[in-house]
């Protein structure tokens, strides 16, 4: 595997400054800003590719789909954006888990001297750092063969972890 510390630092630190609307309107702007290039537009989100130094630059923004109410009352139109910040170093290689739990903390450590210390969400089959910002919810997350490094609307952010909490009650009846 292979994580760019300096580009999923610089990310954050631009999403920490970002002036979030959550509408489709930040888009340009965070192009501008990130250098990002739209590939693919549809009724799910966006498709970008990013300069990051990994063997799959990209991120996906996904729009609201109408689950979240809160957002549409706001008049807010973006969920979340995802990026991989770490990923495969060939084609013919998949990483471990313990490969991919190395790379997470790598870039976990990297984002806690860039941001401070993160909330961290944890059960039994998932593990997320999590920054609470005003205007953004930056996470990090690791997948089966990635890290992913989120901006997360905090308004989706209250309702996914209000949902989840009814999950676990309804789990506990």
Request: negative net charge; glycine residues 6%; contains cysteine.
């Amino acid at each position: 595997m292979y994580a760019d510390l300096d580009g999923a630092a610089a990310l954050a630190r631009i999403a920490a400054g970002f002036d979030w609307t959550w509408t489709l309107g930040d888009v340009p702007r965070l192009c501008a800003i990130t250098g990002w290039r739209i590939v693919i537009r549809d009724e799910l989100g966006i498709d970008f590719a990013t300069d990051l130094d990994i063997r799959r630059p990209r991120a996906n923004l996904f729009t609201d789909n109408g689950m979240a109410p809160e957002l549409a009352a706001a008049g807010e139109e973006i969920e979340n954006i995802s990026i991989t910040v770490a990923d495969l170093t060939a084609a013919s290689h998949s990483p471990t888990a313990a490969e991919v739990a190395e790379y997470y903390e790598l870039v976990g450590r990297r984002l806690i001297a860039e941001l401070g210390p993160p909330r961290y969400l944890v059960d039994e089959t998932d593990q997320e750092l999590v920054w609470d910002l005003s205007k953004v919810s930056i996470c990090l997350y690791p997948l089966t063969e990635s890290v992913i490094l989120g901006f997360v609307n905090p308004a989706f952010q209250k309702w996914e972890e209000k949902q989840a909490a009814l999950d676990d009650e309804w789990e506990g009846e």
